[in-house]
């Protein structure tokens, strides 16, 4: 190592310049770890769309929606009083949030104040509206014939995939033992059900969910899987067989929403609710619950999530000369208890909006309780490790 | 003398002695670049170390807590980008006439430092692994280092 010990090999002519060198190196070292510490110590996470390339792989904020539910707004027009939402999926605790949103040359131009940035804090699934509730419990039935699982539906018998395709729809102990007569009365469908909308699957190589459409998308970490809320004991290992019946879809990461049939459990009101079809549907009926319930473990979502909201107006900076630029800074101190890593941003102007970009910057700020708040991270850390076996 | 070398000839009038072809260097605008190639070398050589240094840092740490340092940086690329910067060295160290001597000097506390860090990622990584199987990683993990020692430093 010559780090100790000064370089012999510099002939003297040049020693002056490789000192002032030497310390440019060390200072810049110095000055690269102590950026990552702080980054480290206050992460900050940043999120943006471009509404000039709304298809871009790079836009880190979801599909902006219009009120309607349909991506109107994803080339920026944004109508007067109208609001545009989209989401951004975090992983940690931030105490404020920048909100940056670039112009057109040819937009409104709004004056200060009327621009609103909204934010809420939940699962994103959790925001989804909510649909007409569950009143009636399913008459589906699940059936034994031979070993072979069915599912006994509208007078109808389908095959299940395998038994335990069979058991992510219905609990052991629902599936009826009936005799061979029941399929020469229905004959059985030739088409197989896979996985309950919903499922969680894993094989060698990670975690499936499965959504509405049957589609199975990998989970791209373990920690995106706990960040959207997932519960390992309710994955099941599947063959190579039962996961390529379900086709193959895109990655989900720390935004992806919750799929169709995921449960949500409010822990304020007690209620239970059930994502259908870009719907939240209250679940009202016990049975329908109970179903639901013996084969899948509720996401516990706090229902003032809906309601507690946290605001700023925008201002336009000082320095936007080429494109009108407007921001604000929101305090996240309100929503820091609420379970969930999805940040839902909603914006509403009092002018019509023609914008380029919207960028969303999470912050942490520096100070001692939040060094405590890390201190307590790495305690959690450090016990999951090194702790007692569950 | 080199045949591509560039010549001139001089004629001098006054003293034959000193007339003939002699070689002559044309100016050399890279030379001063070029003669600062030992700066180069032994700051590459100090960079490459604080980037190992850094490295076994982040290693430890993130061994310690999983995920840390990893969520946030990609460990595989900051070794590739290191072993980048020390293939580099190398290239410049052999232009120079330099060697990297590899042989581990036992008397050397840097190397104790090594093998005790060595044995503490080892002890650390086969926590809460079944009792039976820790022999098994420890002893494979050396055959590949053993394996690997062999091919890089082609020793019988």
Redesign the interface.
Known sequence: ???FRP?T???ER?RT??RI??VL??VS?LGA?TL?AY??LF?SQSFSFSFINPDTEKNTLTDPLAPDGTDSMRKGRIPAEETLRTSAGT?GSFSSAHVELVLRKDSGIPKDGDVRITLRKSFRSFFLPQGDPITVASKDRGVTVNGVPYLFSADTLQPFLSDRAALSHFPKEKLVTANKELLAMFPPKDTKIGFREGSLLSDTQGVYAVDGSGIAHPIGST?IFESLGFHWNDVIPVNEEELGFQKRGKIMLFDAAQPDGTVFHDTVSGGYSVVRNGKRLPIENREALDALLSVTTPIEVSGNSLSITTTCTMKRDSFSFQYPTYSCDVPLDTLKALPGGSFEVALQSKEELHAISLQTTFQTKPDRGNLGLFMNQ?RD??ST??GK?Q | MNRNEPTVTVTDKTSPETSGTVSRRPHDRFGKIRSMAPVAYALLIEASELSLLAFALFLTVDAILPGIISSRLNLASLFAAILLLIAVTATLGRHLGSTFPFTPDKKSPFTWIGISWLAFLLTLSTIRFPYWTIPIIIGSFFLAAHLFWKILFRKE
């Open positions: 190592m010559i780090l370089a090999i510099v002939p040049f310049p490789y060198f030497r190196l060390f070292f770890g990552f980054d480290t992460p992983v920690q790495i850390r450090f490790a090194y076996k």
